[in-house]
C-alpha cells in the first residue's frame, strides 16, 4: 500500500478533495502537477472514514492499481513510440526511402503522441473510477487548521 496524510478541503457525497503534501520521493519527478507556492496538490479520495474539512487523513492505495495506473501513463506510450519506430523502420528501409531513420523516428514520436492523446481523452474516467483512488482510511486529527486552497 502506498499511504500519505492530507487535509480534507472539500466533501461531495462519498469523495473528498484532500490537499497532499510533496514527498521526498516525488522532489525531481514532475509528474503530478503541484502547487508551487504551496508545494501541494488538490487529489480526489474516496471518503470510508467520513472526513470533513479541515481534517487531517490518512490516505492510501494499493499498489498494484498504482503501478496499473502508471503503466497506461508512461508504459503505453513508450511501446507506441517503439512499435511506431521498428514498425516503420523496418517498412521504410524495404521500400528504400531516403532517410528512412529520420522518417520512421518521427514516426514512432507521432505514435506517442497518439497514444498520450488517447490517454488524455480517456483521463476523466480513469478519474472517476474508484480503482484508481486514493482511500481515506481514518482522520488522523479533526480539528486541523483549514489548508489554502
Do not use: W
Not at 487531517?56 to 508512461?74: C, E, G, P
Amino acid at each position: 500500500m502506498l499511504n500519505t496524510t492530507g487535509i480534507v478541503v472539500g466533501v461531495e457525497k462519498d469523495r473528498a478533495y484532500v490537499h497532499i503534501g510533496r514527498h521526498t520521493a516525488c522532489e525531481n519527478c514532475g509528474a503530478c502537477h503541484f502547487d508551487e507556492k504551496t508545494m501541494n496538490m488538490k487529489i480526489t479520495a474516496l471518503n470510508q472514514a467520513g472526513a470533513k474539512v479541515g481534517d487531517q487523513v490518512a490516505l492510501s492505495m494499493d499498489n498494484v492499481n498504482f503501478f496499473r495506473a502508471s503503466f497506461f501513463l508512461y508504459g503505453i506510450p513508450l511501446m507506441a513510440l517503439l512499435v511506431g519506430l521498428f514498425t516503420s523502420f523496418y517498412a521504410f528501409e524495404k521500400m528504400a526511402l531516403p532517410m528512412y531513420d529520420i522518417l520512421s523516428i518521427l514516426v514512432g514520436i507521432g505514435c506517442m503522441a497518439i497514444a498520450f492523446l488517447v490517454i488524455r481523452s480517456k483521463s476523466q474516467s480513469f478519474a472517476e473510477n474508484p480503482d484508481y483512488m486514493s482511500i481515506i482510511t481514518e482522520v488522523i486529527h479533526n480539528d486541523f487548521p483549514m489548508a489554502n486552497n
